[in-house]
């Protein structure tokens, strides 16, 4: 059982996530690119956390919702940075795979809420 975000294998990951782009772009010189690539990371996880203590399920599935879409904007960024010659296609790679991995857990939880559209 959940008892705290903590607990959540989404934000775990997503913490993983930020960590691991922060560190391939400390020392990028292009500071434009590396902060928003980097809030984007950080936003994975923020919303994850700020959604799990909001008042009902429905808010904290928009913040999931906001959480998927921030990395599915790390991810984009990461092709970008490919094409850019800022990170080698191994470490991109890799990148983009725990991108996809966390969408992947990310989009289990906003089912498991068991919301209905309306």
């Known amino acids: 059982m959940i008892q705290k975000f903590e607990d959540i294998i989404a934000w775990q990951k997503a913490q993983n996530i930020a960590v691991d782009i922060y560190n391939s772009f400390k020392d990028s010189k ?29 808010d904290f599935r928009r913040f999931l919702f906001i959480s998927l879409a921030s990395c599915s904007e790390v991810k984009s960024m990461l092709f970008l940075a490919t094409r850019l010659g800022y990170l080698d296609e191994t470490k991109s790679q890799k990148l983009i795979f725990q991108c996809v991995e966390n969408s992947k857990i990310i989009n289990g939880l906003i089912k498991s809420l068991n919301i209905t559209d309306t």
Not at 33 to 57: H, K, L, P, T, Y
């Open 30 to 58: 292009d500071w434009d690119f590396r902060n928003q690539i980097c809030r984007a990371a950080v936003s994975i996880s923020n919303n994850i956390a700020e959604g799990f203590d909001r008042s009902s399920n429905l």
